[in-house]
């Protein structure tokens, strides 16, 4: 079935949810409408029912290639909020918290907010096609999806530095020795599905609590959930958009990245 946009569909398997970004002539990149669309699927986990949730990528490929930049160019925000006035961040995703487990089903390229999407998620899965990275710094902005702390936490620093400083490309095998992701198989999908039959075996009740001590979740009095820790980290990442996302490199990669050319930067 399909929720209000066609560009993110959902169906369940049994007590899985699969929730799949539907743009693959474009590469699956997010813009506004697709933000909204996965914001509302997440607040489908909130179903009884669902036990797991897997987010993949139409078509073979790619998962997600990051930001619409030509939505960007015409100012959307790419992210969504609750109704109530909850930041749920980049593609309604990378602040959404849910307490069931959420896994990548990586079937293709996953640059930019697309690996932020992978850094959001609790295990993931990739084709052997699959590759990561965050070249954000290549076109003049940044890693502002969660990316710029996430990814050191999760994989060994000096590596992590590496791919975010030098924008530089990770194949799926280097992902999987470096923890990125939990395993490669040739259909991603089928893998995460069978490993969210794995979590779905287990009481529903232990493995929500136990995600919330793993991942440092606590109830906000409306009922929505916060990762603690991370309130610095986001605080500073705001900050730093105003200087990065005004500057005249950040219109210069935009532009050059649209034009297909190598980027005249200015350090201005």
């Not at 918290?97 to 079937?107: D, G, K, M, Q, R």
């Not at 295990?123 to 702390?149: H, M, Q, S, T």
């Not at 500073?236 to 500057?247: F, I, Q, T, Y």
Request: proline content about 6%; overall charge negative; glycine content about 14%.
């Amino acid at each position: 079935m399909s929720g209000k946009s066609a560009n993110v569909l959902t169906k369940r398997h049994g007590p899985v949810l699969v929730v799949t970004i539907n743009r693959p002539d474009v590469l699956n990149v997010i813009d506004t409408e697709t933000a909204t669309a996965l914001g509302e699927a997440w607040e489908s986990a909130a179903d009884p029912g669902v036990r797991a949730l897997i987010l993949t990528g139409a078509g073979d490929r790619a998962f997600c290639a990051g930001a619409d930049m030509d939505a960007l160019a015409r100012g959307e925000l790419l992210r969504s909020t609750a109704p109530g006035g909850n930041e749920w961040g980049f593609a309604g995703v990378v602040r959404h918290e849910v307490t069931v487990p959420v896994i990548a089903a990586v079937n293709g390229v996953c640059l930019g907010g697309g690996m932020e999407l992978v850094l959001a998620a609790d295990l993931a899965v990739a084709a052997p096609r699959a590759r990561f990275g965050l070249p954000e710094g290549k076109i003049g902005v940044y890693a502002g999806g969660g990316g710029a702390f996430r990814l050191p936490a999760q994989i060994p620093s000096k590596v992590a530095m590496e791919i975010l400083l030098t924008g530089r490309m990770v194949e799926a095998d280097e992902a999987v020795r470096w923890g990125l992701v939990n395993a490669v198989a040739e259909d991603p999908l089928a893998g995460a599905l069978e490993l969210a039959g794995r979590v779905a075996a287990c009481a529903p009740l232990s493995v929500a609590a136990t995600k919330r001590i793993a991942r440092g979740l606590d109830s906000r009095p409306d009922g929505t959930l916060i990762r603690q820790g991370e309130d610095p980290h986001w605080q500073r990442n705001e900050g730093e958009g105003p200087g990065v996302l005004g500057s005249a490199d950040c219109a210069e990669g935009v532009a050059a990245f649209r034009a297909r050319r190598a980027p005249v930067w200015s350090g201005r």
